[in-house]
């Protein structure tokens, strides 16, 4: 996609992130609120990072330096549903990589089980999947552990 910059969260995106995240899936279907969004989107040990498309917020991610096993973690990922199925999603992971590449040899990011669109993204971007947690947050449902090798 052209016309996309993506650059850390000022104070105020931060807010816009967090209610992004909460309005959306799978945050929805696991039970996190605005508040727990808020909680973390302010948390000065989270890198957030917003998209804006043509200067518009589309996207946003958290990130954790040292998320698993001392390797990168996307904690959360979404895209608005107005910019959904124009790349956003797929140049926000391609960022990440290129941000940790000189750091780190994996990437790390969970999945749930009953997200399989989002799976399937995941994969076709280079992510496969190491572990899983079942009944990790709900009952019923898994946390699938998927890893990208940076080098």
Not at 31 to 58: M, P
Not at 79 to 103: K, N, P, T
Not at 135 to 140: A, E, F, L, S, T
Request: glycine share 8%; proline share 3%; aromatic share 10%.
């Amino acid at each position: 996609m052209e016309d996309l910059v993506i650059a850390p969260a000022t104070e105020e995106e931060r807010d816009w992130v967090a209610g992004l995240l909460a309005g959306s899936e799978p945050w929805i279907t696991l039970g996190v609120t605005l508040e727990q969004c808020r909680k973390t989107c302010r948390d000065a040990d989270y890198l957030v990072y917003v998209a804006h498309c043509r200067g518009v917020s589309s996207g946003a991610m958290v990130l954790q330096r040292r998320g698993v096993a001392g390797s990168p973690y996307i904690k959360s990922i979404a895209v608005a549903d107005e910019f959904r199925s124009r790349g956003i999603g797929a140049q926000m992971l391609h960022f990440v990589a290129d941000l940790f590449r000189d750091q780190a040899r994996h990437l790390f990011l969970c999945v749930s089980s009953f997200n399989p669109r989002a799976r399937a993204f995941y994969e076709r971007n280079g992510y496969r999947a190491v572990g899983e947690f079942p009944d990790y947050v709900i009952d019923g449902a898994s946390e699938i552990l998927m890893q990208r090798r940076l080098r």
